[in-house]
C-alpha cells in the first residue's frame, strides 16, 4: 500500500519513472494472459536490462506478449502465478532449474494480492485440503472444526497495471477483461504505476465508472498500445 504523499497531477513519462525498476526487485503486473499487461512499462523493463526480478502475476503470458517477454529473456528469476502453459519458454525454464515457480489456485492467488493491498497478513484457504503436494510446508489452522491453510498476503515493491481510461488523480478504469486482476495489483505494490490509454483532467471521470481510486496509484503514463498483430505474428 502506498503511504507517501498524493498528488493530484501524476502524470508522468516512463522515463520518469524508469528508476523504480531494479535488478532483484519484486515486481506485481496484472493482466490475464497478456491482456490487461501494461505494454509501454513492459518494454521500458527490458530496454533497462532489468533482471533477477520476482513477478507476481495471473499467468507466465505468452512467449511475445506481455509479461511473456520477460520470462522469454529469462529477466524472471522467480515466478507467483496460477499457471504457465501458454508460454513454453516458462516450462523449460522451470525445468532446468533458471526459473523458480510458485503455483497457487487462480483464486488463492488473486485473494494473496487483494490482502496485501488492504493491509493483511494473510488469508485461510481449504483449497487442496487432504493433497500431500498442496499440503507441504503449509501452516494449518482449525476454525469451527474445519481446517484451513495459511496462505501469506503478496505485495510487491512496484505494481504496474495497465487501464482504458484515468483522470490525472490516477483513478482508473478499465477495459472489459483488462478488469481481471489489475484492480487488485493497483493496490498491493509500494509504488504503483498505470500505464493508461486516455488521459482525462481531473473531475472529468464519471465517479459510478472508476473501479480502482487515485489514492492507489502513484504514477500514470500514456500508452502507446500494443501492437498485436506483430506479437502475435511472432507467437
Avoid at 504523499?5 to 508522468?12: H, R, S, T, W
Avoid at 515466478?79 to 525454464?93: E, F, K, T, V
Avoid at 484515468?166 to 498505470?194: W, Y
Avoid at 500505464?195 to 471521470?205: A, N, Q
Wanted: hydrophobic content about 40%.
Amino acid at each position: 500500500m502506498n503511504h507517501h504523499v498524493q498528488q493530484i497531477d501524476k502524470q508522468v513519462t516512463i522515463g520518469d519513472v524508469e528508476h523504480y525498476f531494479k535488478d532483484g526487485m519484486t515486481l506485481m503486473a496484472g493482466g490475464f494472459g497478456g491482456v490487461g499487461n501494461p505494454p509501454g512499462l513492459i518494454k521500458a523493463i527490458l530496454d533497462l536490462n532489468i533482471k533477477d526480478i520476482t513477478l507476481i502475476c495471473n499467468d507466465a503470458g505468452f512467449p511475445h506478449i506481455g509479461v511473456g517477454q520477460l520470462v522469454t529473456d529469462e529477466k524472471i528469476s522467480v515466478l507467483y502465478a496460477s499457471h504457465i502453459g501458454s508460454n513454453p519458454n516458462a516450462g523449460s525454464q522451470m525445468t532446468d532449474g533458471t526459473l523458480t515457480v510458485n503455483f497457487f489456485p487462480q483464486g488463492t492467488l488473486a485473494e494473496k494480492i487483494r490482502a496485501g493491498g488492504v493491509g493483511l497478513g494473510g488469508v485461510l484457504v481449504d483449497v487442496g485440503e487432504g493433497n500431500p503436494i498442496v499440503e507441504k510446508g503449509k501452516k494449518k489452522i482449525e476454525i469451527n472444526n474445519k481446517v484451513y491453510f495459511a496462505e501469506a498476503a503478496l505485495t510487491a515493491d512496484v505494481s504496474i497495471v495497465y487501464a482504458k481510461k484515468a483522470d490525472s488523480f490516477g483513478n482508473l478504469v478499465f477495459d472489459t477483461s483488462a478488469r481481471n486482476t489489475n484492480p487488485l495489483v493497483a493496490m498491493a505494490g509500494d509504488i504503483t504505476i498505470a500505464e493508461v490509454d486516455e488521459i482525462v483532467p481531473y473531475g472529468e471521470l464519471v465517479p459510478e465508472e472508476i473501479i480502482t481510486p487515485g489514492a492507489f496509484v502513484d504514477f500514470i503514463v500514456q500508452s502507446k498500445g500494443v501492437d498485436w498483430k506483430w506479437a502475435w505474428e511472432k507467437t
